[in-house]
Antibody, heavy 120, light 110 residues
Framework: QVQLVQSGAEVRRPGASVKVSCKAS????????FTWVRQAPGQGLEWMGW????????KSAQKLQGRVTMTRDISTTTAYMEVRDLRPDDTAVYFC?????????????WGQGTLVTVSS | QSVLTQPPSVSEAPRQRVTISCSGG????????VSWFQQLPGKTPKLLIY???LRPSGVSDRLSGSKSGTSASLAIRGLQSEDEADYYC???????????FGGGTRLTVL
């Protein structure tokens, strides 16, 4: 069965970086993409970016461009989302999810979420 | 301010039918399929509807999606207490080159 298992909660100071991992199993990584979504406390869902499992092509939300890097490691079937220059309003639960290779189509399976807290 | 507009909350009695609306524009709902997600308190989102009106395997047929122009709706019939959750619509946006979400609708089963 398809599973996405994310890394554990993180606490960072403002200005620091964080890297969240998402290990996929139960399907062939190169035939799907990952999409990343975050949810601030008590707020709605916010799309962060998309990375192809096939060739590593990425798309990222305009407001985050320059601070976010998405990668994937085919050998370990793991995707990564790094956010740099963290701010308090980056505090959120970060989700990875599986999407088809055509962005904007179907986001079906989700990871359990990773809480990132940014506080001085 | 979310790109897609949903009512913040809806409520209805058990066994009744409720609809949740989602309004967007030509660059998102008007051009791409709409997805709906359910999020139970403290849980991860779950895909309910994709491509406007398709249900993934395992999703109850009490749920249905529809779209007309730049608006979409999620209908749930035969409401049950387990349907209490937050519901989000989403669509790809050509101007932003990414997914956009509605602000979410909290469903209360009275």
């Amino acid at each position: 069965q398809v599973q996405l298992v994310q890394s554990g909660a993180e606490v960072r100071r403002p200005g620091a970086s964080v890297k969240v991992s998402c290990k996929a199993s139960g399907y062939t990584l190169t035939t799907y993409a990952f999409t990343w979504v975050r949810q601030a406390p008590g707020q709605g869902l916010e799309w962060m970016g998309w990375i192809s499992g096939y060739d590593g092509e990425t798309k990222s939300a305009q407001k985050l461009q320059g601070r976010v890097t998405m990668t994937r490691d085919i050998s370990t079937t793991t995707a990564y989302m790094e956010v740099r220059d963290l701010r308090p309003d980056d505090t959120a639960v970060y989700f990875c999810a599986r999407e088809t290779l055509v962005p904007g189509t179907v986001v079906d399976y989700w990871g359990q979420g990773t809480l990132v807290t940014v506080s001085s | 301010q979310s790109v897609l507009t949903q009512p913040p909350s809806v409520s209805e009695a058990p066994r009744q039918r409720v609809t949740i609306s989602c309004s967007g524009g030509s660059s998102n709902i008007g051009s791409h399929g709409v997805s709906w997600f359910q999020q139970l308190p403290g849980k991860t989102p779950k895909l309910l509807i994709y491509y406007d009106d398709l249900r993934p395997s395992g999703v109850s047929d009490r749920l249905s999606g529809s779209k007309s122009g730049t608006s979409a709706s999620l209908a749930i019939r035969g409401l049950q207490s387990e349907d209490e959750a937050d519901y989000y619509c989403a669509a790809w946006d050509d101007n932003l080159n990414g997914w956009v979400f509605g602000g979410g609708t909290r469903l209360t089963v009275l």
